[in-house]
């Protein structure tokens, strides 16, 4: 009988430390979206950029010193996704919102982010989009009282609270008719960001013609350690030049699960040594920056 109390006590002891070492019992540093609320407040020290998962679409958002910028909203379905992250970060009011380029995929949810947060400025292509959700969003701005701004090369887009400063690198004031194409993704708005001793290039959905522009005229500024990857991966973005010019630590695909980016890529960014994560594989990508290190959370 004692030998079966003895047996009974080692069993008890062994399932209570089981359960005190079980991956629900311990602290553990968990990676999916929900949790970067608790690691990145607006309030945090140095600066963060989301790539919020949005399926095949771009939402970025970049947090620094207390204020917020919004590059992208993703489709229209995607719209209450990005408020309800904006949400969980305690975000109360946006600095500014960016619409790189008048395509459903980027702009959709940005009309959710209009009616939900006050926006201090609205900046957008000067192209614009003839579709109904681009029209929608247009009446949106109206009701707020916001009107777009078309950011020129070299205009700086400066947070309230930090010194980061979002860098205006194409398209020009003569988009249209530089680049004569009336695919959109033409004149989709690049911006580079400085922040926190750390550097990162949003191109949008910009095209080769808009990429090979922008080498030659300030090739030395699309160097950056992260690169948000052109048309979510495909083969319209991202030529190999210009890879080389960016050379990117890290570089950040946006795209949806059915959406496969193209092998070459991946080929060249392999060879620039390039850490490669994509929203529909790692889920919301979170790169903190800080006296120029880059912390990956993913």
Not at 165 to 181: E, N
Request: proline residues 4%.
């Amino acid at each position: 009988m004692k030998k079966s109390s003895n047996v009974l006590l080692v069993l008890v002891i062994a399932l209570i430390l089981g359960l005190a070492f079980s991956q629900d019992m311990l602290p553990h540093h968990t990676t999916s979206a929900d949790s970067t609320a608790d690691l990145f407040s607006t309030t945090s020290q140095g600066t963060s950029i989301h790539f919020i998962n949005v399926g095949q679409g771009d939402a970025i958002l970049i947090c620094s010193g207390g204020s917020s910028i919004l590059i992208d909203g993703g489709d229209t379905g995607s719209g209450s996704i990005v408020v309800e992250y904006l949400t969980r970060l305690g975000i109360a009011r946006l600095d500014a919102v960016i619409a790189t380029h008048p395509h459903e995929e980027h702009i959709g949810g940005l009309i959710s982010v209009l009616e939900s947060f006050p926006v201090d400025a609205f900046y957008a292509s000067d192209e614009p989009g003839n579709t109904e959700t681009y029209q929608q969003l247009m009446d949106t701005l109206a009701a707020k009282g916001l009107e777009s701004r078309f950011p020129d090369i070299g205009d700086v887009i400066s947070f309230q609270h930090s010194d980061a400063t979002l860098t205006t690198l194409a398209p020009g004031p003569d988009s249209a008719d530089v680049f004569s194409s009336r695919n959109s993704d033409s004149w989709s708005l690049v911006f580079r960001l400085d922040a926190d001793g750390c550097s990162a290039l949003f191109p949008g959905d910009a095209v080769f013609g808009v990429e090979q522009a922008m080498l030659q005229q300030n090739e030395t500024a699309l160097n950056c350690d992260i690169l948000k990857v052109g048309s979510h991966g495909s083969n319209a973005s991202s030529c190999q030049r210009f890879l080389q010019a960016v050379s990117p630590s890290y570089a950040v695909i946006s795209c949806g699960e059915t959406e496969t980016p193209d092998p070459k890529l991946y080929k060249e960014l392999k060879q620039l040594q390039t850490v490669v994560l994509q929203t529909s594989i790692d889920g919301t990508v979170v790169l903190h920056l800080q006296d120029g290190e880059i912390e990956t959370i993913s």
